[in-house]
């Protein structure tokens, strides 16, 4: 079903039940695409994830000169090696994805080549700041609008010096935008962040046969490269994107009487923050058949309808979970007590500012919700939410899906302005969850 614009949600006739796969996993397809070009020999990548934000990234990559191409249900790249990279013709868009606008900075950072990368409204909004910062010190040099933000014209270096650097704040696009420029620096490339952030930067790494050393240190988390290694093609699997499995899983669990199981699921356990959370909160929420695919563990995940209670979520969880603060907002809005969400600045630099619209969206059908600090405290209504509601999702896909659960459930229909961005993460959106029994139809 094509994504409609606007959406008014209500009550399934019965219960969510039956088996799904969600697309792969956002971050591990836009890695698996710009490692590929950057090895050398043809990858073969299986499950990628073919939303907007990820075909953007092939373009990218083929604008920089790798060959990328279909085979069957496969993609495959041919790629250029390590510093052979060669110098756009055109701008490169990257659409609404942060993530590949920044880890293609720190690519570009030690390639000898002149790129400018755009974008749409709204990642011309996001800050650039905390990847420019660090990647300057290698020898790069940008050029941005006010702020730092896009459209950003990157003058990369060929001979990029290797990075020893502390990241003030977790960030996993960050770590991955300083470890990519080091990869053709000479020398040893090290970051330092101050809580574990997702580490399919550093999987992959070693997967294409990079040398990468983990360890603890009293300031954080260490990670060590060792620069212009020799990356050789890996074929890919990737696993189904844990953040999307969020909405039809949450959705099964509020939805009175469901069952539902998601199959192929990446559980990689600095992104299972929700599943964690989730399960503190009273949720039925099983892992079976785990297993690993392409150095990432996966499993399927079962699901049952039940009630949840409040909790309190520390905000040292939130680099495993950044994502999923939406729909977990969802889940609170429904549980028994008032719920805190701790610690979420990062909201504040998405696609909107999330943590403003996802109390917006709340407030709107009637929930309590407070902004205190940097804290977030939903007081749950022991089931259904009011609703009636009318959701501005500000460009953001997380926010209009996390909507769309809201209506499943709530008392009153809930209407969503614009669904057209979903496909920037999870295209069949629609679909999977009618395939549960959803019946989501367009206003």
Not at 30 to 37: D, E, G, I, K, S
């Amino acid at each position: 079903m094509r994504v409609p614009a606007s959406l008014i949600v209500t009550r399934p006739v019965g219960p969510l039940t039956g088996t799904v796969r969600v697309p792969g996993d956002k971050s591990i397809s836009h890695r698996a695409l710009m490692f590929a070009a950057l090895a050398v020999g043809e990858t073969r990548i299986e499950g990628l994830l073919e939303g907007e934000d990820v075909l953007r990234t092939a373009a990218a990559m083929r604008a920089l000169g790798a060959e990328i191409w279909r085979d069957g249900a496969a993609w495959m790249v041919a790629g250029r090696g390590i510093g052979g990279l060669v110098e756009p013709e055109d701008v490169l868009d990257m659409g609404n994805s942060g993530t590949a606008a920044r880890l293609l900075c720190g690519i570009l950072a030690s390639h000898p080549v002149i790129a400018t990368l755009t974008g749409d409204a709204s990642l011309r909004r996001r800050p650039m700041a905390r990847v420019l910062d660090p990647l300057g010190q290698c020898g790069a040099r940008f050029m941005a609008r006010a702020g730092n933000r896009l459209p950003l014209t990157v003058q990369g270096t060929g001979s990029a010096l290797p990075l020893d650097y502390v990241v003030p704040v977790a960030s996993a696009q960050v770590k991955s935008a300083i470890l990519l420029a080091g990869l053709n620096a000479r020398g040893e490339t090290i970051v330092t962040e101050p809580a574990a952030t997702r580490d399919h930067t550093e999987n992959m790494l070693r997967h294409f046969g990079a040398s990468v050393q983990v360890g603890q240190h009293a300031g954080g988390t260490v990670i060590r490269l060792i620069g212009q290694p020799d990356l050789r093609a890996a074929s890919v699997l990737v696993p189904g994107d844990p953040s999307s499995a969020a909405f039809p899983l949450v959705a099964a669990l509020l939805v009175p009487g469901s069952a539902a199981q998601i199959e192929a699921v990446g559980i990689n356990p600095l992104r299972t923050g929700l599943f964690t959370t989730l399960r503190e909160m009273g949720a039925d929420i099983d892992f079976t058949h785990e297993r690993r695919e392409g150095g990432e563990p996966v499993a399927d995940i079962s699901v049952r309808h039940g009630q949840l209670r409040a909790v309190d979520v520390p905000a040292a969880r939130a680099p495993s979970m950044i994502d999923e603060y939406p729909i977990l907002a969802v889940a609170a809005a429904c549980a028994a007590g008032t719920t805190r969400l701790r610690g979420l600045h990062e909201l504040r630099v998405k696609e909107s500012d999330r943590l403003a619209a996802t109390a917006a969206l709340l407030a709107a059908n009637g929930v309590a919700v407070a902004i205190e600090a940097d804290d977030l405290l939903i007081t749950g209504q022991a089931g259904p939410p009011p609703g009636g509601g009318h959701v501005a999702t500000h460009m953001d896909h997380r926010l209009a899906m996390s909507a769309a659960v809201l209506g499943l459930v709530a008392t009153a229909p809930v209407t969503v302005d614009d669904m057209r961005f979903v496909d920037t993460s999870f295209p069949g959106f629609v679909d999977i969850m009618n395939g549960l029994g959803a019946g989501l139809g367009a206003a």
